[in-house]
C-alpha cells in the first residue's frame, strides 16, 4: 500500500485555496493509501505567535480535519510537535543541505526578505517538511502549488543522504492539482489566497458565515471586460472565480463557460459563492459537532502514538547510517 504524507500549519485561518488544493485532495486518498495528516505547529514558530492561540488553532485544524471527512479510523491524523522525531530528523538533513539551496527557496525570500532579524527557523523551514515527509517512507503527498519548490528540496535531499549515507529513504513524489492547485487571492487575483494577507477580503475562511461569503465574493476583483471566459493570466479575476466554482460544484471549466456565456459577472459571483456555501454548511455543522464532542484530544494522542511508532523505524535507521547508532 502506498503511503501518503501531507501538513497544514495552525496559523491564520484555513481557507478555500487551503481546502481546494489540499484537504480536498486528502479525502479519496484515504481509501487507496495509508496516509498521515499533519499539523505542522513547529513550522508555525518560525515567525514569533501568541502561545495560547498556536494551541487553539491546532486544536481548530484537527477539528477541521475531521469535519472535512478525513477519517482517524483510516487515517493517521496528529500534531507534529508530538512526535520529536521530526525534530531531531531535521536537524540530521540539516547537516546534509546546503546554504544556497535553502537561500533559493522562494518562501524564505518572500517573508524573510534578507531581513537579518528573520529567524534561523525560517530558514530552514523547508528541512523540517523534508523531515517530516521522509521520516514516513512517503510515496505521493498532495499539496498545493506554492509547495513545488518545497517538495523538489525534499527529494534532492533523500536522494543526497541515499548516496551519501546508503538507501534510508524513499524519494516522495508530489501530488498537484490541475484546477485548484493555485486559488488566487479574491482581493487581488494576481496573488495566491493567503492566510496571511492583511484584507480578509483576500480570503473566504472555512468557518465564515453564508452571508459573509456573498459578501467577499460581491467584492471580488474582475476586470473591466464583461465577458466570461477562463484565462488565468489575462483574466485572473474571473478565471479564478470559475475555478473555485467548478472545483465546488464538480462542473467542468468549459461547461460553466458555456452555460455562463452573455451573463454577467455579477451571476457568476453570486453563483460561485452560492457553491461554496453548499460545500461549507454542512462542513461547519461537522465542525461545531466535532469540537463539541471531546474527541479531538483523544484522536491526536492515538495519531501521535502511531505516528511515533512508523517514523522510529526510519530515524534509527538515519542514524545507524550516520554513525550515530
Ligand atoms: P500551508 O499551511 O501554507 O498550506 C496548507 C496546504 O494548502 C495549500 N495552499 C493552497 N492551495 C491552493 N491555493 C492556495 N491559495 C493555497 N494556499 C495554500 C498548500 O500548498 C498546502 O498544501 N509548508 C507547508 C506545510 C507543511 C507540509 C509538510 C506540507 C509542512 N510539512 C509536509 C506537505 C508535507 C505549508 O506551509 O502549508
Known sequence: MKRVF????????????????????????????????C?????????????????QKTRKVAGLYLAVGLDPNKS???????????????????????MGELS??????????????????????????????LLYQ????PVGEDQK?????????????????????????????????RIMGLDHPEKKMSKSADSEYNRIELLDEPDKIVKKFKRAVTDSENEIYYDPENKPGVSNLLAIYSEMSGESIESL????QGKGYGHLKLDTAEAVIQVL?????????????????????????RAREVSYQTLLNMQQAMGLA
Not at 497544514?8 to 486518498?29: E, S, W
Not at 499539523?39 to 494551541?55: F, M
Not at 517573508?111 to 523551514?125: C, E, I, V
Not at 535531499?157 to 490541475?178: M, S, T, W
Request: include cysteine; charge should be negative; aromatic fraction near 8%.
Open 104 to 133: 533559493r527557496m522562494t518562501q524564505y525570500k518572500d517573508k524573510g526578505k534578507g531581513s537579518d532579524s528573520a529567524t534561523a527557523g525560517l530558514f530552514s523551514y523547508p528541512v523540517l517538511q523534508a523531515a517530516d515527509i
Open 281 to 305: 454548511k454542512p462542513l461547519q455543522e461537522r465542525y461545531e459537532k466535532v469540537m463539541e464532542s471531546g474527541e479531538v484530544e483523544r484522536i491526536l494522542s492515538e495519531g501521535g502514538q
Open 138 to 141: 512517503t510515496d505521493i503527498v
Open 6 to 37: 501531507s501538513g497544514i500549519q495552525p496559523t491564520g485561518n484555513i481557507h478555500l485555496g487551503n481546502y481546494i488544493g489540499a484537504l480536498k485532495q486528502f479525502i479519496p486518498l484515504q481509501e487507496e493509501a495509508e496516509c498521515f495528516f
Open 39 to 55: 499539523i505542522v505547529n513547529l513550522h508555525a514558530l518560525t515567525i514569533p505567535r501568541d502561545p495560547e492561540e498556536l494551541r
Open 257 to 260: 463557460v458555456n452555460r455562463y
Open 149 to 181: 519548490q518545497h517538495l523538489e528540496l525534499s527529494r534532492d535531499l533523500a536522494q543526497r543522504f541515499n548516496g551519501q549515507y546508503g538507501d534510508v529513504f524513499k524519494v516522495p513524489e508530489p501530488k498537484i492539482g490541475k484546477t485548484g492547485a
Open 76 to 98: 493517521t491524523l496528529f500534531v507534529q510537535s508530538h512526535n520529536p522525531a521530526h525534530s531531531e530528523a531535521a536537524w540530521l538533513l540539516q547537516c546534509v543541505t546546503r
